[in-house]
């Protein structure tokens, strides 16, 4: 019963930095455009495939 007398508060201060650190998230604009790392991604494995396609109008040499 003792030990609850510590580990209460100390449980509810990791709750109050977990808060404050999900506040300052949010505050700095971390959560603001979640979907434009995911584009960024697939856009780079567009770019990528483009430059090692050979063009249409080209001929090969053999």
């Given at each position: 019963?003792?030990?609850?007398?510590?580990?209460?508060?100390?449980?509810?201060?990791?709750?109050?930095v977990?808060?404050?650190?999900?506040?300052?998230?949010i505050?700095?604009?971390?959560?603001?455009?979640?979907?434009?790392?995911?584009?960024?991604?697939?856009?780079?494995?567009?770019?990528h495939?483009?430059?090692?396609q050979p063009?249409?109008?080209?001929?090969q040499?053999?």
């Amino acid at each position: 019963m003792d030990s609850l007398y510590l580990l209460i508060p100390v449980a509810l201060v990791f709750v109050a930095v977990g808060i404050k650190l999900l506040l300052w998230a949010i505050d700095n604009g971390q959560y603001d455009d979640l979907d434009k790392e995911a584009w960024r991604i697939i856009a780079e494995e567009q770019k990528h495939d483009a430059k090692h396609q050979p063009e249409e109008g080209k001929r090969q040499q053999p």
